[in-house]
C-alpha cells in the first residue's frame, strides 16, 4: 500500500477512535497528579503560587473551549462535528476562523487538553503530549483534507493553498466575516460535554491533591462551578432528548 494511502487509512481509523485517547491521557495524567502530589516533586507544591498556576491551567483549558464555541457556532449542520462514524460535509467551511485556519476544532482540543496536563506539574509529560497529538492528529488531518478534496475538489484546494493547516494566520486582512449567524442553541447541543469534563477534571485534580495533603482547603470556586455546570448539563441533556427547543433549522 502506497504511503498516502495508508496514512489516510490511518487517518480515518484514528478519526472513528479519537474520542478515547482523551482517556488514555487522563489516565496518565491521573497516575502522575498523583505521584506529583504523594512524593511532592512539582516546584510550585505547597507554596502561594500553587493555586494561582492551577487557574492558569484552567484558563488555559477554557481557551480551547472557546476556541471549539466560536467554530461551531458559526457553522452548518453536518459539518464540523463530533461525529465518530466517518468523515461528514455538507459543505465546505471558508469563512469566519476557518479563513484564518484549515483545522480550528483541533487547535481547541489541544489547548483543552494541553490546560489538564499542565496540572500535574510534569514538563516532560507535557512534551510527550505535544508530539503525540502532533503524530495523531496529523493522519486525521490529513485523511480529512483528502476527503474534501475528492468531494470539493477545485474549491478546496484553493482554499487551502491560502489557509495554513493548523497554526493560525494573524492577517486580518484575510479574515473573511462569517456566512453564517452564530447559533447559541447549537454550541449548547455540541460543546456542553467539553465544559463539564474540563470541569470535572480540574475538580478531580484538586479535590484528590488535597485529600492526600490530609487538608481540606478545596479551591471551593470551581466546585461551586463544576456543580452549576453539572445541573446545566442535566437540563441541556433533558431538553435536547425530551424537546425540540434547542433545534434550530440549518444548524
Not at 482523551?22 to 503560587?49: A, K, M, N, V
Not at 462514524?85 to 484549515?102: C, E
Not at 478534496?149 to 478546496?156: E, N, W
Request: with cysteine.
Amino acid at each position: 500500500m502506497a504511503l498516502q494511502e495508508e496514512l489516510e487509512r490511518q487517518g480515518n481509523w484514528l478519526f472513528k477512535h479519537r474520542s478515547y485517547l482523551p482517556l488514555i491521557i487522563l489516565l496518565i495524567g491521573t497516575i502522575l497528579h498523583l505521584r506529583s502530589e504523594l512524593y511532592e516533586t512539582f516546584i510550585l507544591e505547597e507554596t502561594p503560587y500553587e493555586i494561582y498556576y492551577e487557574r492558569l491551567c484552567l484558563l488555559v483549558s477554557l481557551s480551547g473551549l472557546v476556541i471549539r464555541i466560536y467554530t461551531v457556532g458559526y457553522t452548518p449542520s453536518n459539518t464540523s462535528g463530533r461525529n465518530t462514524k466517518g468523515q461528514l460535509a455538507d459543505s465546505l467551511n471558508t469563512t469566519g476562523i476557518y479563513s484564518l485556519v484549515r483545522h480550528p476544532l483541533y487547535i481547541g482540543n489541544f489547548f483543552m487538553w494541553f490546560g489538564a496536563i499542565l496540572t500535574t506539574g510534569n514538563f516532560w509529560f507535557a512534551i510527550a503530549f505535544i508530539l503525540a497529538y502532533w503524530v495523531y492528529y496529523e493522519r486525521i488531518m490529513f485523511a480529512e483534507e483528502q476527503f474534501l478534496r475528492k468531494k470539493f475538489g477545485t474549491a478546496y484546494i484553493e482554499w487551502a493553498e491560502k489557509t495554513p493547516a493548523f497554526i493560525p494566520s494573524f492577517n486580518r486582512k484575510k479574515f473573511i466575516k462569517p456566512k453564517y449567524r452564530f447559533s447559541w442553541k447549537k454550541v449548547l447541543k455540541k460543546e456542553k460535554n467539553g465544559l463539564a469534563a474540563i470541569l470535572l477534571i480540574f475538580t478531580f485534580f484538586n479535590v484528590t491533591g488535597e485529600l492526600i495533603d490530609r487538608d481540606t482547603d478545596f479551591d471551593y470556586w470551581i466546585l461551586a462551578l463544576t456543580l452549576l455546570t453539572g445541573l446545566m448539563y442535566l437540563i441541556l441533556k433533558y431538553l435536547k432528548k425530551y424537546t425540540r427547543l434547542l433545534n434550530e433549522t440549518g444548524k
